[in-house]
């Protein structure tokens, strides 16, 4: 209820009458249903759930603050035949289809339409007591993950083989899934931000890059971790060195009132000072939560301002084209004074013999 109570004040504070909710971490965060399809009507004084016959049960039992209404495949016809008389209907611009948004203004045909994709984001963006526990224990996973896929590694494995042992390690764990497509790259492929796994094996005098998370309860982890198969280089040493002196750079700067344009520049600097700047091309991070990239975010434009309660990754990176890369990332959770560290996976250079 009191996810709701946020809401509509939200509502007020844009002078709506409704909402309509479709994209599914918003439905989750409001309604508290896992099911897989459902849309969310909000007004000032009710709050709707409409599923079809599949999840009716479900739903009663996840979303008792909200009437459950049993709809079929047009969601947008049953809203119609609600028949509820408002002005102002607000709806998520950067979600909805072309399709569904004319099927909107069919279903409020009396009404006017506004675009507030950020309405309930920003409700999301600071996570309660509940919240942060679930993503501890995903990032828990994760850590305990890699540790036993550490063990696990050899010369000539695959990175796809290297990836599912890191899956499997986490379901094992109670993870329900990983995070997002794992980025497994090694040698020359670690110079890819977003190398997934291949067929390719792994080899000494390497440097392997791992980009994993778990979910857990619906909330997600996002970790990365580069390890070097046998001794590594002078420049390896260097360039590992330089990231993760960045990377701490990053979480020193995290606290409340700083914007992510500020944070994003701690790190930034101590790489573009070493001549690297133009080799990291991304964000220094971004929220996590029941999606595995919310806002906001650490970059060059991220104007919005830090609050006590929200999640974030600090992953800086350097990628050397036909080299390799270097990319160290650990979740941070903002707090009144600064911010505490929630992965715990050692971020040393790790060196497998």
Not at 22 to 28: S, Y
Not at 29 to 34: A, I, K, N, Q
Not at 182 to 190: E, L, Q, V
Not at 225 to 253: D, H, M, N
Request: aromatic share 8%.
């Amino acid at each position: 209820m009191k996810r709701l109570e946020q809401m509509r004040q939200r509502m007020q504070e844009e002078n709506i009458d409704a909402y309509v909710v479709l994209r599914p971490e918003n439905g989750r965060y409001l309604s508290g249903f896992t099911g897989g399809e459902a849309t969310l009507l909000i007004t000032l004084t009710k709050a709707f759930l409409l599923t079809d016959f599949r999840y009716i049960e479900q739903a009663k039992e996840q979303a008792p603050d909200f009437e459950i209404v049993k709809t079929g495949h047009d969601h947008f016809l049953t809203i119609s035949e609600l028949g509820l008389q408002v002005k102002r209907v607000g709806f998520e611009g950067d979600f909805i289809t072309y399709s569904d948004h004319e099927k909107l203004k069919q279903s409020f045909s009396q009404s006017e339409l506004l675009s507030l994709p950020s309405l309930v984001s920003d409700l999301r963006s600071v996570k309660d007591e509940q919240e942060v526990n679930l993503i501890r224990q995903a990032v828990r996973i994760a850590d305990a993950a890699f540790s036993e896929t550490l063990k696990t590694i050899e010369v000539g494995q695959t990175e796809q083989e290297i990836g599912l042992n890191l899956e499997f390690s986490m379901r094992r764990l109670g993870a329900s899934g990983g995070s997002f497509e794992f980025i497994i790259a090694s040698g020359k492929r670690s110079a890819l931000p977003h190398g997934t796994a291949t067929p390719k094996k792994v080899q000494f005098g390497e440097l392997l890059t791992m980009d994993f998370g778990a979910i857990y309860q619906g909330y997600c982890s996002d970790i990365t971790r580069t390890i070097a198969l046998g001794e590594p280089s002078e420049k390896q040493r260097e360039i590992y060195a330089l990231v993760l002196e960045a990377q701490k750079a990053g979480i020193g700067a995290v606290a409340p009132g700083k914007t992510g344009k500020e944070v994003d520049a701690a790190a930034r600097k101590i790489i573009e000072d070493a001549g690297y700047g133009e080799y990291f091309g991304h964000g220094l991070g971004h929220s996590v939560g029941l999606a595995i990239h919310e806002g906001p975010n650490f970059n060059v434009r991220e104007e919005r301002v830090l609050k006590p309660g929200m999640v974030l990754t600090v992953e800086p990176g350097i990628y050397l084209p036909d080299w390799g890369g270097v990319r160290i990332e650990d979740i941070v959770l903002v707090t009144e004074h600064g911010c505490e560290v929630l992965t715990q996976a050692p971020k040393e250079l790790i060196i497998l013999e």
